[in-house]
């Protein structure tokens, strides 16, 4: 017959045993609560933040358009003072000429002025005609990007995705990262240092033709401003912020 005392021994141990196990699957599913808390404060506050730069966005672009209004409005008052003006001058018909050719530099001063505000109003985009070229002088030989877009910036993101669908197009195999946080202005083209990737001077030289301004530049693994880091024998497209 077994003993008794053995088997007490053995059943004190086993008691022992499950109340630790169960305090280690208390502890664990209060962590997992406490993560599943985290993610949706974390969550929250992204959509927050990203609600607020779109209204600030917005406010940006309201206030180009009243600078733009206010900027024109004066434009055509000094052309309304310029043409009254002229319009009293008896003098000379030298004279009257020369008021002429300075109406019309005035309002081609005005309509430059107002193309350079429109352009700088504008949120990039690829046209038609840009994401075409872009396919037809990719497609012959695809390769492989990670387009990554600047975290929080829609107009960054929807520049990303035009380039992501005429690539796709153009059978090459795309990625997209959303959340790099460096401070960089424009598009480039970028490699891990001491790595050289199919494809990197063919992209370039393609948004060279489809006057896409870029730079190529080297990259660091080590890079904080985006997770997971940059790889070695990768080929990345970077959108940066607006100029």
Known sequence: MPDIASLSLH??????????????T??????????????????YVANYKNGQLRAAQSALSRAKEEQLTQALKEKEEQIAVAQ???????????????????????????????????????PRRLTATQKAQLVQLLKEEPAAVIIVSRFLDPEASDFASDFESALQEADWQTQRMKNHTAKKYGVFIGMVAGTSVAGAKRLSDALTAMSVPH???ILSADDPTISPGFQPDTLYLLIGAKP
Not at 11 to 24: C, D, M
Not at 89 to 103: C, H, P, T
């Open 26 to 43: 208390l502890w664990l599913a209060g962590g997992t609560a406490l993560v599943v808390v985290l993610y949706g404060i974390s969550t």
């Open 215 to 217: 730079e190529e530049i």
């Open 84 to 122: 009254a003006q002229a319009a009293r001058a008896n003098e000379s018909a030298a004279e009257n000429e020369q008021k002429i050719i300075e109406l019309g530099r005035l309002a081609e001063s005005e309509h430059r002025a107002r193309l350079r505000l429109e352009e700088q109003i504008a």
């Open 11 to 24: 059943i004190q141990q086993l008691e022992g045993e499950y109340a630790w196990w169960s305090t280690v």
